[in-house]
């Protein structure tokens, strides 16, 4: 692929990633970025990624840009929008990263701007927010929906679909409406979900606080991303409000016929909702395409003795394996092994394992 300009507004945790993958694949790309926070792009030049700073959403240099990606909040996409019709050049490709699509496409269609506009949404995201949590590994093997317009050209499109292939993701064409829809039941109520269920937690729980004492297992892997910021949850519930209005009834449904099954002690029919549930569950990949990365695992058992997990991370380190997060497990509801060990890659997971064992320690691998 020949060398071409990419610009950035906005180049927070998805941004930033983005931005990285393409210096790492590319590395004779020009990257222009403009952003709120200076710190932000200081750090991108100093890291070697940004080459330009721009001084506003609208500054000229934007007109160089072969593909330009708003990655803002899409409330302010929406207004640089404005800013930035008189500076795009027309075979400029224009994209943007946000989860809701509908509200753009429209801003893009009013402005005459549907003949280089292809939103893109990068299923891959973590609770943690800004450039200093960005990684150019975070693209990879996940989906990367592109909503492309009725207008744009198929020549545009498929330029799109091979840059986002070449970072590593997996490109996944849809229409606006239906992608909406989408994220909607698997992303946006999901999160709503989790932030309840802490929330209820935390209005049950005795004044010691012991629900938040013992909380793991199941509660914890299922309230993880009720961490995210609530400033873009909130900016998302405000732009797909109907979808997520139309799947929160429904799952509020759910729930009343599960307490209804458990009014009547049917025993038989809660069977075969937890039953019908694990099969679609199990059926779904392993490969960490989603906006929640798969996490690389290992339960060990360890003695309870001082140095237990010293001589374990020296072990491994000894091996060049990296660890990205180690710790004890207090509570062990859903899980065996006394020691959580969590890795960057899969592959490190795999040979960890097998030095581990070999070294007669019993592992537990994680398999989600």
Known sequence: MSSFTCGFIGLGL???????????????????????????LKEAVREGIVDLICKSACDPAFSTCDYLFMCAPVSENDKNLKALKNVLSADCILTDVGSVKHSTHA?????GLSDRFIGGHPMAGSEKTGYANANPLLLENAYYILTPTADVSSDKVTRYQSLVANLGAIPLILNEEKHDYITAAISHLPHIVAAQL???????????????LIAAGGFKDITRIASSSPDMWEAICMTNTENIKDLLRKYIGYLEDSLHLLEERSGARIHRMFAASK????????????????????????????????????????????????????????????????FYEESSCRKAAVLLENHGYRIYRITD
């Open 14 to 40: 998805i941004g930033g990633s983005i931005a990285k993958a393409l210096k790492k694949y590319q590395p004779d790309i020009t990257i222009l970025a403009y952003d709120i926070a200076p710190q932000a």
């Open 107 to 111: 801003v893009i269609e009013a402005l």
């Open 198 to 212: 802490v929330n209820l937690v935390h209005d049950s729980d005795s004044p010691e606080g012991l629900m938040k």
């Open 279 to 342: 099969e679609y569950r199990d059926s779904f990949s392993n490969a960490g395409r989603g906006p929640i990365k798969k996490v690389f695992a290992l339960h060990v058992d360890v003695p309870d003795e001082a140095g237990a997990i010293a001589k374990t991370a020296t072990l491994l380190a000894g091996s060049d394996i990296s660890i990205q997060n180690i710790g004890i497990m207090h509570n062990r509801e859903y899980q065996d092994g006394a020691l959580r060990i969590e």
